[in-house]
């Protein structure tokens, strides 16, 4: 019996089990009905037992780790010596511009800035680069900044200022781990141990720095004791020079390479990249249900290729685990036949060609090179 079948018997144990189980102690001379002397004396008993009962059983839910949830959970992850891995905030750059479009010197860190719209978003400056654009940080932990691209307003007054935009998310955000993915991790059981500067301490390494969406490693990339990292952000996209310099200078600072005083073992030289992105056209032909039009329909035709791609960058993270230094994924044309039939309302589709060749494409790792899929353009019936 499973804790959820434990729980599930227990559940059943409600009122009307309870107040079956003491009237059939109670005498058949006596009046049972509902309103007579023994039952409204019998009924309370009945609740307080059956509340008993649901206590009892979420008692059994939250006591593994297969069906406990939310704070109990928290607990579990405490016991396995984790926790749940927070939700962290979006880092982006602005440009700062005066009325002539020039950029402008006087924004300094700790100044604030808005996005438009009903909900702002609310930043502050945390650095200042060389070029006089700046390295914001949103003021809200979680995803939703990670969309936001545009104008800004100032919050901190500044005279010379025209116009200020965000140009790029450099670092986004992540929300709180689910119940799910956390589960999941604690559940898993790793084939090697961390230990000593292997593969598996590398990604362990990564895991705990909050930016670093998922990585490669490389072991002996370029002779004993180099060390080579390939890091996507937490959309799973390459990583911006800003998390590669960030990573870099928590796992084998450039200034003192291979002296241990960063995260990496002694005598380890670490090389943080990120990979090479690989855009893939897709063109393919597709038939309708007569009663649906394809307008409506393209969005989500766009959207399940969309979420192909993103499955791909997900296996693409897994390769480490799975498979240690071997690595290996291609984009199959006949999956992405498949997301398209998925659609409601899509009856057939040709085969689609991917860079305009009839073939698949097989992504290339080695130690120089590691490739990450994109989604590039889509025409459907061109």
Do not use: C
Request: hydrophobic share 40%; proline share 5%.
């Amino acid at each position: 019996m499973t804790p959820e079948d434990l729980s599930n018997k227990i559940e059943k144990q409600n009122f009307d089990f309870y107040l079956s189980q003491m009237m059939k102690n109670v005498p058949d001379d006596i009046d049972k009905r509902q309103g007579a002397i023994i039952y409204d004396a019998l009924a309370p008993a009945a609740m307080v037992m059956a509340q008993q009962s649901l206590s009892l059983s979420n008692i059994v839910r939250e006591t593994y780790l297969k069906t406990a949830d939310g704070e109990f959970l928290d607990y579990r992850a405490v016991e396995h010596g984790t926790s749940r891995q927070l939700a962290t905030a979006t880092q982006a750059k602005a440009k700062f511009l005066d009325n002539s479009g020039q950029p402008i010197d006087n924004v300094e860190v700790g100044d604030r800035f808005a996005s438009l719209g009903d909900t702002p978003i609310f930043y502050k400056v945390i650095k200042i680069n060389a070029d006089l654009t700046g390295m914001l940080e949103a003021e809200e932990v979680g995803t939703r900044p990670n969309g936001y691209f545009g104008q800004i307003l100032p919050v901190t007054p500044n005279d010379i200022l025209s116009w200020a935009e965000i140009v790029e998310v450099s670092i986004p955000a992540k929300d709180n781990e689910t119940d799910e993915h956390l589960r999941n991790r604690l559940l898993s059981t790793d084939s090697w141990i961390a230990y000593g500067g292997n593969i598996t301490e590398y990604l362990d390494m990564l895991s705990k720095i909050p930016a670093v969406g998922s990585a490669q490693v490389y072991p002996v990339w370029n002779g004993g004791g180099t060390v080579k990292l390939v890091v996507l952000d937490n959309d799973l996209m390459p990583a911006s020079s800003e998390l590669l310099t960030q990573v870099k200078n928590e796992i084998d600072p450039p200034d003192s390479e291979g002296l241990g005083y960063g995260l990496a073992p002694i005598d380890h030289t670490v090389t943080v990249v990120a990979p090479e992105p690989i855009t893939i056209d897709i063109s393919t032909k597709i038939e309708v249900d007569v009663q649906r039009d394809i307008e409506v329909l393209q969005p989500k035709i766009l959207n399940a290729i969309a979420d192909y791609f993103h499955l791909k960058r997900i296996a693409w993270s897994e390769l480490n685990k799975s498979t240690g230094r071997g690595y290996a994924l291609t984009i199959y044309r006949s999956q992405i036949l498949s997301a398209i039939m998925k659609v409601d309302g899509v009856v057939n589709a040709k085969i689609p060609t991917l860079n305009g060749i009839d073939d698949d494409i097989a992504l290339k790792f080695d130690n120089d090179v590691s490739q990450l899929p994109i989604v590039g353009t889509v025409v459907l019936n061109g």
